[in-house]
T-cell receptor
Framework: AQTVTQSQPEMSVQEAETVTLSCTYD???????LFWYKQPPSRQMILVIR??????QNATENRFSVNFQKAAKSFSLKISDSQLGDTAMYFC?????????????FGTGTSLTVIP | DTGVSQDPRHKITKRGQNVTFRCDPI?????LYWYRQTLGQGPEFLTY????????KSRLLSDRFSAERPKGSFSTLEIQRTEQGDSAMYLC???????????????FGPGTRLTVT
């Protein structure tokens, strides 16, 4: 079974500072994809960043980067220069790439508050 | 409009009534997913379609739930004989599949919030 664990229910960070959200997952598959999604209050979920398991290089999208440790099954998200608009729930998600099995598994989320 | 849309945004119903939700995916996306999200939780997978074929259903999906995507475009999710435990946000997402050269990421709609009284 595939599981995704986010052990930090809530976090806060000062504006302009850096914060890291943790995520671990469990799978027996070798080919899979990892994602971080952001869900602002009362707004829809949007993709922040994605990582293919076969790529060793960590993904980066502007102020967002990941630390992907495949052997440890860890996929943390680093937000640099935090902005007030980063306040949201952040969900880590995992998807296997087996034919017919492309369903997403989400963690329980981390509520991030950026403090002015 | 290039995003995923869902209708209605909010639905209040009495226990025992049937409800139907609609999702319109991004037009070129061949995959469509339904999720349920309760307060403080991540989305839970319910089912997904590739074009008009329903390829997978979660064991969470009881016989009271049915989903269709008749022409491979919009989809409907129906809940029969609603129960208070069905109260949740129902999310729809769409994506390109691997045969379309897709990158797998899902684009989510705003959700339909169901309250069963």
């Amino acid at each position: 079974a595939q599981t995704v664990t986010q052990s930090q229910p809530e976090m806060s960070v000062q504006e302009a500072e850096t914060v890291t959200l943790s995520c671990t997952y469990d799978t027996s598959e070798n080919n899979y994809y990892l994602f971080w999604y952001k869900q602002p209050p009362s707004r829809q979920m949007i993709l922040v960043i994605r990582q293919e398991a076969y790529k060793q290089q960590n993904a980066t999208e502007n102020r967002f980067s990941v630390n992907f440790q495949k052997a440890a099954k860890s996929f943390s998200l680093k937000i640099s220069d935090s902005q007030l608009g980063d306040t949201a729930m952040y969900f880590c998600a995992f998807m296997t790439a087996v034919p017919g099995g492309n369903q997403f598994y989400f963690g329980t989320g981390t509520s991030l508050t950026v403090i002015p | 409009d290039t995003g995923v849309s869902q209708d209605p945004r909010h639905k209040i119903t009495k226990r025992g009534q049937n409800v139907t939700f609609r999702c319109d995916p991004i037009s070129e996306h061949n995959r469509l997913y339904w999720y349920r999200q309760t307060l403080g939780q991540g989305p839970e997978f319910l089912t997904y379609f590739q074009n008009e074929a329903q390829l997978e259903k979660s064991r969470l999906l009881s016989d009271r739930f049915s989903a269709e995507r008749p022409k491979g475009s919009f989809s409907t999710l129906e809940i029969q004989r609603t129960e208070q435990g069905d109260s949740a946000m129902y999310l729809c997402a769409s994506s390109l599949g691997p045969t379309s050269g897709g990158l797998y990421e899902q684009y989510f709609g705003p959700g339909t919030r169901l309250t069963v009284t």
